[in-house]
């Protein structure tokens, strides 16, 4: 059940830069849950819309929008995002239900899959996210009778800093195969950050770990920067994502898990829309046609069934 949310705490933590597109990305699981024909439901996420002074004019329905799905960020992006958070959540359940029972969330945000998806039992997802944001999350669901579906652990500390003695310190287990999540985070970061933080990943997984992440290939983001997708946003909300990207040259992560004995693959999003029947398609001067969403396995022994990105029948 969801009530009323008391005032939150730590709003500095999502007032500003990337913060800020923590809380776009609920504005559009908020919209995307109240669709007929819904990927995903997140009844959480207009809390943290409506919670925010930044964000809180913001619509959390299509209906409040009034281009509606023609808007180019409330209609198009959100949907975007709505498809983004379906293929994973169907990535994330179906590494648990392999045996990762582990589930780190990097860069966690305003994420509730801890309280809204049907964990197998033994679950553990850790967040690792910023104090300020994770503050402004507790505030927000301790004035809601929100309950997790698995354990939940919270690690407040920066991606930039020794996030993993305090992931290891938190209680997770290097030793049990995991499944990580790094969703609309290699964008903001340095190619030298993301290089360490896909090392730092295989050294904590053994066989039976899992991965998705998110990149682009654009050569030149600025290629981009008169995209619909890009202006709206910035005139609209005031976020200028350009501006928060990271524009040095990106590594091959994707090929590294593979020279590392990884299996991957690697997607664009309109093949999810073919497949779900809903979802953003190719459009001309598009600032979706570099996004890449990149899953990966450590194998085991013996060979899954099927591939790690197919989702739950």
């Not at 290699?186 to 290089?195: C, D, G, N, Q, R």
């Not at 991957?264 to 999003?269: D, L, M, Q």
Request: glycine share 8%; hydrophobic share 45%.
């Amino acid at each position: 059940m969801v009530g009323t949310a008391h005032p939150s705490t730590g709003v500095e933590g999502v007032e500003g830069g990337v913060g800020l597109t923590a809380l776009l990305v609920a504005a559009a699981r908020a919209i995307e849950t109240h669709r007929h024909d819904s990927l995903a439901q997140d009844v959480y996420a207009e809390h943290f819309v409506l919670a925010a002074p930044a964000s809180a004019a913001w619509p959390v329905r299509i209906q409040e929008v009034a281009d509606g799905d023609a808007d180019p960020l409330w209609g198009r992006f959100a949907r975007y995002f709505g498809l983004r958070t379906r293929v994973l959540d169907d990535f994330l359940l179906r590494s648990a239900h392999a045996g990762a029972r582990q589930v780190v969330l990097l860069g966690a945000g305003l994420d509730t899959r801890a309280f809204r998806l049907d964990w197998p039992p033994g679950c553990v997802v850790f967040e690792i996210d910023r104090a300020g944001v994770l503050a402004f999350k507790h505030g927000v669901l301790g004035g809601l009778s929100a309950a997790p579906t698995a354990a939940r652990v919270p690690v407040p500390t920066d991606l930039r800093a020794d996030w993993i003695e305090a992931l290891t310190a938190a209680g997770f287990d290097t030793a049990a195969p995991s499944v990580w999540l790094a969703e609309g985070l290699m964008f903001y970061l340095p190619s030298a950050v993301e290089t360490s933080l896909i090392d730092t990943v295989d050294r904590l997984s053994p066989a039976g770990s899992a991965l998705a992440f998110e990149v682009k290939l654009d050569k030149d983001l600025l290629e981009y920067r008169d995209s619909p997708l890009y202006t709206s946003t910035k005139q609209q909300i005031g976020i200028d994502l350009l501006n928060l990207f990271d524009r040095e040259p990106r590594p091959d992560s994707a090929g590294d898990l593979v020279d590392r004995g990884w299996s991957t693959s690697v997607h664009t999003p309109f093949e999810f829309t073919h497949r779900h029947g809903r979802g953003p398609l190719p459009e001309p001067n598009d600032a979706l046609a570099g996004n890449r969403w990149v899953f990966a396995n450590k194998p085991l022994d013996e060979p899954v069934d099927k591939p790690l990105d197919e989702p739950l029948p």
